[in-house]
């Protein structure tokens, strides 16, 4: 089989509206058919927490957002609210005919095995969660342990989110580097309830510098999953910058809405 040619963003720290529309971009332009597949890394710099496309109510203190400096936004996929800050996102945007297998689980199962390589070649041998749907959906995000998930020691490091658009997909995601139970209480609880969410948010979620015992940037783990999702894809990454026409894509705000009427589909109820 011919190993097919995808296009590597750089690892890139921007603010929380141009990573949401720069993936909403991505998307776009690819089923266009006008840029080609596309992987790319990124962190936050500022932190933010993203709503699944979805998600009607957020589980969230609208105030203690404020006063810490958490920008919310909704994104294209589905899922539950995510916190970022202290993680490494990634998105791909690609379709059947770039190595992308056609359906949501078969997407999930092998870009899933790209991350399980990613993490072994930094020392951490992680698992894959279960089926999508199997009980009821909570608010956040990380308190799933479903297709697609990372799962480490019961915990979940990671996990991701899909959309459709026409044949294109989007699936991008998030790896916790750092330890996020203690910050995310206190977004989440209400008076009273603090200590009791970070017992659940810790018992619950994991991050990669505690299951390597040491800390990893974002720029060697970016090179990890790199090498890890060319295996499981069977693709070649070279690096690219963006296009003169994705460069303001990118700065404009996200849009938000079906990109056209029923082609759209955002799906994932983890990320």
Not at 49 to 75: F, K, M, N, W
Not at 102 to 118: F, W
Not at 218 to 235: F, V, Y
């Amino acid at each position: 089989m011919d190993v097919r040619i995808w296009r590597l963003l750089p690892l890139r720290s921007s603010p929380p509206a141009e990573n949401v529309a720069l993936d909403e971009a991505l998307l776009r332009l690819h089923a266009q058919g006008r840029f080609p597949p596309t992987l790319r890394f990124y962190t936050w710099s500022r932190p933010a927490v993203t709503l699944g496309y979805c998600q009607h109510t957020s589980p969230l203190d609208p105030r203690a957002c404020r006063d810490l400096g958490i920008e919310v936004l909704r994104r294209l996929s589905g899922g539950r609210a995510v916190l970022h800050g202290g993680d490494l996102c990634f998105s791909l945007v690609g379709g059947p005919g770039d190595g992308l297998a056609g359906g949501t689980l078969e997407a999930y199962r092998r870009v899933g095995a790209g991350l399980l390589e990613g993490l072994r070649l930094v020392g951490i041998k992680a698992t894959l969660g279960g089926e999508v749907g199997r009980r009821p959906a909570p608010d956040l995000c990380f308190l799933r342990q479903d297709a697609g998930d990372v799962i480490h020691a019961g915990r979940k490091l990671g996990g991701c989110s899909q959309a459709w658009y026409r044949s294109s997909l989007l699936l991008h995601g998030s790896i916790l580097l750092e330890p996020q139970a203690d910050r995310l209480a206190r977004l989440w609880a209400a008076p009273g309830e603090l200590e009791e969410r970070r017992q659940v948010l810790a018992a619950r979620l994991g991050s990669v510098r505690e299951s390597a015992g040491r800390t990893i940037t974002p720029a060697d783990l970016a090179w990890a999953i790199t090498r890890g999702l060319q295996e499981a894809l069977r693709i070649r990454l070279e690096c690219r910058a963006l296009s003169a026409e994705e460069q303001p894509a990118a700065r404009r705000p996200p849009n938000i809405s079906p990109l056209d009427s029923m082609a759209f589909l955002p799906y994932g109820d983890v990320s």
